[in-house]
């Protein structure tokens, strides 16, 4: 087998790469939270001010049960766009699949700004959708709810994270054996009990993984808030991003970044496991 | 395990559908794939509680045929039958016929039980009823222990018993089994015809079964379907098609044959230097003659009408209970199958009875 030189010498790259960029930012990252901030200078005493700080002023609370709301229904809406969009593909699109396929990854090589700033233009007042509403005469003036509101901020992640809750369905769709499909059919179960039955429980591990991308990546989101959000739909990561920026407050800001990324470990060993127990 | 004995059932058979109680009728089916003519106009009757095979190699389009009777491919013309109802028009989860899959495909995520209990829920049969039905079930193919495991934990065999029962469970009038037992060993397979015979015998329900192994075909059907490119050839007992082959093409997929390119005159076949008495008009015939037909003129006393014949022995290959012979008759390549005795070589006469070389047409022309 192979020389323990050369084990060492593969597996270096990889250990360093995850110490380096991974490990030691972490630690950095703990450390800051329990540390405070004085007169502009960060001063290296440890205490637990910062996360007292959090849970007792109620705007960080709000602003974290606002960033869990919209991940929560970001996630919701991927799924109920990409489920139907998964299943059509996997079962029912015969030779468009590959063309449909295309279509849906191709948007995932455009720029995440680009597409924030497309839909700037599509809801602002004088965007798209208004000017099209008030020449069809729905409207009168300007609706000004479309842009600057967490409906915004929903309908962007919404439109950005579907295909990364695509993807993980449709490969868990098309690795369903197609007989099985037919063995149900034949033990008289109709095509919606064999949805159901057959077909729902075995896509469970690609839906749970895609669910689970579009949640942590839409709580994680600052984008989104600044660019269609406006104030009423600040989330988590702009404040942390503001207390490191503007607000120079790395400790408190850490300190939120060590309770979010806890909220995420969390919930990815959850669905770790529920994932491999319904595996087959 | 008991071995089957076909030809008193298959005689059975064959008086049921003389007395129009078929089962399954399939009229005139042809079906086409992309301009492939995959099946041309099959029509065949199977009988209540017969045990029907389609045998053919890959391609002859018995899967097809199955897949149509099964409701999973639609046929482009023609049309199935089942007891006074037409099956073709109605999906698969209508039709009261069942299927054992050549993989299998049990549901992974459910329990062996979970599994043969799934037709009984989804056509909503009693939940008081389910539990014994599916017992009953799990006990016909000896699979009781396993009832709580899931597929992923079975072996080939054991699911291939778990696929059975969960078609039985629903008592359809008709079994279809896809090459059920292609994948198992050669040993399993065995056992496993025999158990899957008896058990038809047992429930009385119609088996139609779907092969590319003409020895497993002998061995289950009453009645064997031979296809070739998607046209019926022959279908008759495994008795009869292998005593009398009406085709150059069933004689030799079925068994091994000699085919003598004959001419006759005035009631005398002639091949070569062979000739025998047949009862056919004058012009080319083929005849098929199988091995065990020819013996040695010495040993052939009791034969009906002998032809005897001179060949040179080529090849003698020892094969435990019988020998397998090359001859040469004056060019005529024969084979033949004698029971075993010392080496033979050099010039030998040889016999066979002129009512064992059985007249068989060519198959007819694709199209």
């Not at chain 1, 998964?86 to 455009?110: C, E, N, T």
């Not at chain 2, 049990?106 to 799934?118: D, Q, T």
């Not at chain 2, 062979?274 to 012009?283: D, M």
């Not at chain 2, 015939?285 to 013996?295: G, H, Q, Y």
């Amino acid at each position: 087998m192979y020389s323990r030189a050369y084990k060492f010498v593969v597996s270096l790259p990889p250990l360093l790469w995850v110490a380096i960029f991974l490990l030691v930012p972490y630690a950095l990252m703990l450390a800051h939270s329990f540390w405070l901030v004085r007169e502009g200078v960060i001063i290296h005493h440890w205490n637990l001010q910062n996360y007292s700080k959090l849970f007792h002023n109620p705007v960080y609370v709000e602003v974290l049960f606002r960033s869990v709301r919209i991940a929560v229904t970001v996630t919701f809406l991927s799924l109920l766009l990409g489920y139907p969009l998964a299943y059509y593909m996997s079962f029912h699109a015969g030779p468009r699949k590959d063309i449909l396929y295309q279509l849906v990854i191709i948007p995932l090589w455009v720029s995440y700004l680009v597409r924030g700033y497309a839909w700037k233009t599509i809801l602002g007042s004088e965007g798209v959708l208004n000017g099209f509403l008030q020449y069809l005469h729905i409207t009168k003036e300007p609706v000004s709810f479309l842009l600057y509101s967490p409906f915004a901020v929903v309908l962007m992640l919404t439109h950005i994270y579907t295909p990364f809750v695509f993807l993980p369905l449709y490969a868990s769709l098309e690795h369903i054996p197609r007989n099985l499909v037919e063995a149900s059919h034949d033990l008289g179960a109709s095509p919606c009990t064999t949805f159901l039955r057959v077909i729902l429980p075995l896509s469970l591990p690609g839906l749970l993984a895609g669910a689970t991308f579009a949640f942590v990546l839409s709580l994680g989101d600052f984008l989104a808030p600044i660019l269609v959000g406006g104030p009423s739909s600040i989330m988590i990561a702009n404040i942390v991003q503001s207390l490191f920026g503007t607000a120079y407050d790395w400790p408190l800001g850490a300190a939120i970044s060590v309770c979010i990324l806890l909220l995420t470990v969390t919930l990815l060993y959850l669905t770790e496991r529920l994932e491999k127990r319904w595996s087959f | 395990m008991t071995l089957p004995t076909s030809s008193a059932s298959a005689n059975a058979a064959e008086e049921t559908i003389s007395a129009g109680t078929a089962l399954l009728e399939v009229r005139e089916v042809a079906k086409q794939f992309f301009g492939h003519q995959v099946l041309k106009n099959i029509s065949l009757q199977v009988a209540a509680g017969e045990f029907l095979t389609l045998l053919g190699e890959s391609g002859s389009g018995k899967t097809t045929l199955l897949r149509i009777i099964a409701g999973f491919e639609q046929p482009t013309s023609g049309q199935v039958w089942m007891s006074g109802i037409r099956l073709d028009v109605l999906p698969p989860y209508q039709r009261r016929v069942n299927t054992v899959f050549q993989s299998y495909a049990l549901f992974p995520h459910l329990s062996v039980k979970e599994n043969v209990a799934y037709g009984l829920r989804v056509t909503k049969v009693a939940e008081s009823e389910i539990p014994a039905r599916v017992a009953d079930a799990l006990r016909m193919v000896k699979m009781e222990e396993f009832a709580d495991r899931r597929p992923g934990k079975l072996s080939g065999g054991q699911q291939q018993r778990v696929a059975l029962a969960r078609a039985l469970v629903n008592r359809p009038k008709l079994l279809l089994l896809d090459e059920p037992l292609s994948a198992l060993d050669a040993n399993l397979r065995k056992q496993m015809q025999g158990e899957l015979k008896s058990l038809q015998r047992d429930l009385g329900i119609t088996f139609l079964f779907v092969t590319h192994d003409q020895d497993e075909a002998m061995a289950l059907s009453d009645r064997i379907a031979l296809l070739k490119d998607g046209a019926l050839e022959q279908i008759a007992s495994p008795r009869e098609i292998y005593e009398r082959p009406a085709t150059v093409y069933t004689a030799q997929f079925i068994g091994q044959t000699n085919i003598l390119h004959a001419e006759i005159r005035n009631g005398v076949a002639t091949s070569g230097s062979l000739c025998w008495p047949v009862a056919l008009r004058n012009g080319h015939a083929l005849f098929s003659l199988r091995p065990e037909a020819i013996r040695l003129a010495a040993e052939s006393a009791t034969m009906p009408n002998p032809v005897t014949f001179h060949a040179r022995v080529i090849q003698q290959i020892f094969s435990g209970a019988s020998e397998q012979l090359e001859l040469d008759c004056d060019g005529l390549r024969l084979r033949a199958m004698i029971y075993s005795r010392s080496p033979l070589s050099g010039e030998q006469e040889f016999a066979f009875s002129s009512a064992d070389a059985i007249p068989v047409r060519n198959s007819k022309e694709p199209g």
